[in-house]
């Protein structure tokens, strides 16, 4: 997921503030950040891998055993710094999108209008996620110690500083951009719809909270709808966002035919067990950490 964060809030006709939503989504996304690292560093590693790896568990044992086990949380600080701004402009966005699609305030919402809001979300948390991701992965790429490598980041704000230096702000941070928006839209069709079809059901459309147990299962599944309908875009974004080279024209299409031709349609989901398995805790993680902090809110 994307990845940075997966968070929605519960259908409550209650209106919060946008201090707790913003410190909910906080710690919300710090939550996914903690659980899902370690498999989100596997997954990248494979989606850029070319024959170093046998699979998920090599490679895990690998980076493990060359790097030790902090390195699967390689890359951490950029999400969970930055999952904040992230967060907040995504609840921000997919709120107002859902204000548009309602005839009335309160309306309960359609599961297609549900979805589009989230797609349309996605849309502009792309302007943070992108670079975010970026600097993520820039970090989880670096395998092996420095000795040897052209250019070996200390950490994001030395890998950030290097991109703006040497391609400027657009072509460094901007990087992906359009790989990532292409992703979001889909990938946030996918996981609110998701998300708020299984909450429906074991909620029974009644109006009381969900359970803390409920939320976790809802999230899980919004977890992997938001994977099973962008995966392809996603590998395509970590290639791009990767490659030294700034990317020509539009290039999504092209990745994806250079991706099949080497690898076969295999390429285009390479790593996709992990991120399944790491999206049911991460997921689950996030939407326990939230409610519970808006639930803290509302006592106040």
Request: net charge positive; aromatic share 10%; hydrophobic share 45%.
């Amino acid at each position: 997921m994307a990845e940075v964060s997966t968070v929605a809030p519960t259908a409550s006709p209650k209106q919060v503030s946008a201090v707790a939503d913003f410190v909910s989504g906080n710690f919300g996304g710090m939550a996914n950040v903690l659980v899902g690292q370690p498999l989100d560093t596997i997954k990248v590693r494979l989606q850029l891998d070319h024959g170093r790896f046998k699979g998920a568990w090599d490679c895990g044992v690998q980076t493990v055993k060359n790097e030790g086990f902090l390195a699967l949380y390689k890359g951490m600080a950029a999400p969970l710094v930055g999952i904040g701004a992230v967060n907040a402009l995504l609840f921000a966005a997919n709120s107002q999108f859902r204000k548009l699609l309602q005839d009335h305030p309160g309306q309960v919402l359609s599961i297609g209008q549900i979805g589009l809001a989230g797609a349309g979300a996605g849309i502009v948390n792309s302007v943070l996620a992108s670079p975010v991701e970026l600097l993520k992965i820039k970090m989880q790429a670096q395998f092996g110690k420095p000795a040897g490598q052209e250019r070996y980041f200390s950490g994001p704000v030395d890998c950030a500083k290097y991109l703006i230096q040497r391609d400027g702000f657009a072509n460094g941070l901007g990087r992906g951009m359009v790989a990532t928006i292409l992703r979001e839209i889909p990938a946030y069709f996918g996981f609110y719809s998701g998300f708020e079809i299984v909450k429906r059901h074991l909620t029974k459309d009644q109006e009381q909270d969900a359970s803390v147990t409920q939320l976790m299962v809802a999230g899980a599944a919004g977890g992997i709808g938001y994977w099973i309908f962008s995966y392809p875009f996603d590998v395509v974004k970590s290639v791009v966002q990767n490659q030294t080279e700034n990317p020509k024209g539009f290039y999504v299409g092209r990745v994806m035919k250079q991706i099949y031709a080497r690898d076969g349609i295999n390429g285009l989901f390479r790593g996709m067990a992990p991120t399944i398995l790491r999206s049911i805790p991460a997921a689950g993680a996030t939407f326990t950490a939230y409610e519970l902090s808006m639930r803290m809110f509302d006592r106040l």
